[in-house]
């Protein structure tokens, strides 16, 4: 589930396992920010990147492997078991972050197509997600402006079948994609950073009581402050902030403000 929203364990060997599937230790952690959607590594002595973001899967197989061996179980089938369960997840997950009905067989080849758009514009993962289900942003003409217009006409007359065969079903997934899947907040590196260095200099909690209230309130249903969600939440990127395309869509959302560039996977204290 994890993975749905972004976020990448920097040290995911056997040991940081619980024989219930939990992981512990996060240690060198980070979320999907502009780049790396696919391969971000976190853990800078990590120089193999053997736990970056597309090998998670198979570190947990791994994990799982050498369990069922340590028990005298036939670790070919709890990793055939594993793959199963984690494919049907997946694609449960993919299906509920698009809005699409969880049946849809095709939604990952959607959703890997819109990641694919969202790297190379350089956009941030969470911003885009939740922009999308928001529907309040389109790219500028010089970012892939076609491909994206194309992929954003595609999960529309998707969305629309949806509607057309249930339409109750579809509201409540698109609700849903915003209360649960698709979040305004998570606890990136830069802003767990700011707050530490903040009170360890200052002994001022200001920023980190700020953290903490964005924390608890990470799809945005509270009434979170508006100097909160400003420095904590996903604000629309900058280079989204164009006019809107002829494609019908929607005015884009004002008060949206540059982000600064960040690196994923900063020691905290660095």
């Given at each position: 589930?994890?993975?749905a ?9 056997t ?14 952690y980070a ?17 193999a ?8 899967p ?7 492997e ?18 199963r369960a ?8 993919v ?12 939604a990952?080849?959607?959703f ?11 956009l ?5 997600w939740?922009?999308l289900?928001d ?17 954003r ?19 409540a997934?698109?609700d849903?994609?915003?209360r ?7 606890l990136?590196?830069h802003?767990?950073?700011?707050a ?12 980190l ?11 945005g ?15 629309v990127p ?13 005015p884009?959302a004002s008060g ?15």
């Amino acid at each position: 589930r994890w993975d749905a929203f972004g976020f990448v364990h920097g040290v995911l060997n056997t040991d940081n396992w619980t024989l219930d599937g939990a992981t512990i230790d996060f240690g060198p952690y980070a979320f999907v920010e502009a780049t790396d959607h696919t391969d971000l590594s976190p853990n800078l002595s990590d120089r193999a990147r053997r736990y970056r973001r597309s090998r998670q899967p198979a570190a947990a197989a791994f994990a799982l492997e050498k369990l069922a061996e340590s028990l005298g179980e036939d670790a070919s089938r709890a990793v055939d078991a594993f793959e199963r369960a984690y494919a049907a997840d997946r694609r449960r997950l993919v299906c509920a972050k698009l809005a699409l009905p969880d049946d849809d067989d095709s939604a990952q080849d959607l959703f890997d197509a819109a990641v694919t758009i969202a790297e190379r514009a350089g956009l941030d993962y969470t911003g885009f997600w939740r922009g999308l289900v928001d529907d309040d942003f389109v790219l500028e003409d010089d970012v892939d402006h076609h491909s994206w217009v194309s992929w954003r006409r595609e999960w529309r007359e998707r969305r629309q079948a949806f509607e057309r065969r249930d339409p109750r079903a579809a509201v409540a997934a698109l609700d849903t994609a915003r209360r649960e899947h698709n979040p305004r907040f998570v606890l990136r590196n830069h802003a767990v950073h700011e707050a530490v260095v903040e009170f360890l200099e200052t002994d001022e909690p200001t920023t980190l009581l700020a953290l903490h209230r964005a924390a608890t309130d990470p799809f945005g249903l509270q009434k979170t402050s508006r100097d909160d969600r400003g420095r904590f939440f996903a604000d629309v990127p900058a280079h989204l902030l164009a006019p809107p395309a002829d494609d019908g869509g929607p005015p884009l959302a004002s008060g949206s403000r540059r982000r600064r560039p960040l690196r994923a996977g900063v020691d905290l204290l660095s």
